[in-house]
């Protein structure tokens, strides 16, 4: 049992049961006994692997789109570019790498979106200079231009059951002495109005409260000043279903299993994306694997093969498959792209 259960439970215990966004928000980023404040939790070591850790190429990739839709807004001197979620920094490290080749983009300078002391200060020495913020509302009002890659699915969520005319909120509770589901008496939500539509009783319907403000605020500096935005995470256009997943040393486990040694996320609802980015114009969605290839990751992996033999060559092929193939991220992790204008949408997509 860990110290942040016997918090819970006294929370509960004083408050009553929690919805599944507020129990995400303690396990994920509890200032002293969160996941994201306390675990090395990214790369081989921690308890999963990210794109940007499985291979340098798909860093390379963002550099490539981002700094090829700066150059095609007129290469504006004071554009940032930004990252939210930045992990290790690892994908900021290979954008930057790759970024001199377009010539200007390497000088702009870095933001990101981290709340974590401890992923900061990783960051802060992965990438000297950077500048930290808490949340997007305080990113320069200027261009951006903005990856977010595995940022969405680790942001909490309210889980939903629908019963004939209204919607059961899952809660979280206490029973003989464990965390446990339980569902709060029906109700309506405005947010919800619409998924009468595509549901019927008994379906579980997601929503992520914090997404529709992240995207107004991308929106906003996108129309007012120009940028782009590369939106990548594992889900698809509508939430339907449970998604709510924990994951702890490589393996799938209880949400309610050890709070604050898991990682908890969700699939994300990309269409709730495209809707909280208006006005600006949202690409449509795209499989991780063809954007990549549009991008021309198989001519990049050709050439970095030339170099190698043996296990590095073998350990440079999976990656490839692994970032690119249906069967793999290829298909699962799909992407949003987002201007003022399809015409300025980053290179591998369209409207």
Sequence with gaps: MTTLTEMLKDRIAFDGPISVADYMAECLMNPKHGYYTQQAVFGRSGDFVTAPEI????????GLALGSAWQAQGCPPDAIIVELGPGKGTLMQDLCRISPTISGFEQLPVHMVESAPKLRSIQAEAIPGVIHHNDVSTLPKKSIFLIANEFFDALPIRQFCRTALAWEEFLIGEVAGDLKFGRAAPQLFDFLTHRFQDTKAGDIVEYCPALPRIMAAISERITAYGGAAIIIDYGDWRSKGDTLQAIGDHKMVSPLTAPGMTDIT????????FNGAAPATVSRLTTQGIFLERLGIT???QALAQKLTGDALNTHIEAHRRLTHPDEMGNLFKVLGVAANAALFPPGLEL
């Excluded at 969700?266 to 994306?273: C, L, Q, S, T």
């Design 55 to 62: 291979s340098q190429m798909f860093g390379e990739m963002i």
């Design 266 to 273: 969700a699939h994300v609802d990309f269409e709730a994306i």
């Design 299 to 301: 001519q990049r992996a």
